[in-house]
T-cell receptor
Framework: GENVEQHPSTLSVQEGDSAVIKCTYS??????FPWYKQELGKRPQLIID?????GEKKDQRIAVTLNKTAKHFSLHITETQPEDSAVYFC????????????????FGQGTRLTINP | DSGVTQTPKHLITATGQRVTLRCSPR?????VYWYQQSLDQGLQFLIQ???????AKGNILERFSAQQFPDLHSELNLSSLELGDSALYFC??????????????FGNGTRLTVT
């Protein structure tokens, strides 16, 4: 089955600097890669996602890149702000052509991002 | 608010007991997912249902079972509870059923404490 590895486990950056979180996946058939942000005691919230037919996607200060050949994808946050402090999770899944509606979204272990003022 | 409703918010019970967690998906979503998050841990996939049928299974213990009802709400049953089952249990929903994967929207979770 799919396995997603995420690095680093903790990341501390100065406010205004950039943060990069990297993930690798094992199943070459995976084609959907979302990123979730989870604040302390809250639910995970989708911040951006990318599909395998796209190499890069950007939404304001957040961008995600995908390298299908190397089976890795990354989250880039620019001009970091204190409210960016949270745990970030990457995930991967594939659409099952055999079983209608089947979707097993596998998450990485998470990165605790701290923005220092 | 994600539109996914989970009840109860908190649950405290003793070892050996059985509990039921309930989830109502967003309006229009056909897929429901259950995840377990232990303290400072990641999100462990348990099981997924689509339109009432089990569609994908993760490392769900035999003591755990789930189902999705005709009205699309889902229940996760945890029995013979152990201290290690203490965790935050999240339900998520998505449109589902398409040839491509759709985003998951998470509820606020049920915090289970086994004493």
């Amino acid at each position: 089955g799919e396995n997603v590895e995420q690095h680093p486990s903790t990341l501390s950056v100065q406010e205004g600097d950039s943060a990069v979180i990297k993930c690798t996946y094992s199943d070459s058939a995976s084609n959907y890669f979302p990123w979730y942000k989870q604040e302390l005691g809250k639910r995970p919230q989708l911040i951006i996602d990318i599909r395998s037919n796209v190499g890069e996607k950007k939404d304001q200060r957040i961008a995600v890149t995908l390298n299908k050949t190397a089976k890795h994808f990354s989250l880039h946050i620019t001009e970091t702000q204190p409210e960016d402090s949270a745990v970030y999770f990457c995930a991967a899944s594939k659409a099952s052509g055999r079983i209608q509606g089947a979707q097993k979204l596998v998450f990485g272990q998470g990165t605790r991002l701290t923005i220092n003022p | 608010d994600s539109g996914v409703t989970q009840t109860p918010k908190h649950l405290i019970t003793a070892t050996g007991q059985r509990v039921t967690l309930r989830c109502s998906p967003r309006s229009g979503d056909l897929s429901v997912y259950w995840y377990q998050q232990s303290l400072d841990q990641g999100l462990q996939f348990l099981i997924q249902y689509y339109n009432g049928e089990e569609r994908a299974k993760g490392n769900i213990l035999e003591r755990f079972s789930a189902q999705q009802f005709p009205d699309l709400h889902s229940e996760l049953n945890l029995s013979s509870l152990e201290l290690g089952d203490s965790a935050l249990y999240f339900c998520a929903s998505s449109v589902g059923g398409q040839s491509y994967n759709s985003p998951l929207h998470f509820g606020n979770g049920t915090r289970l404490t086994v004493t």
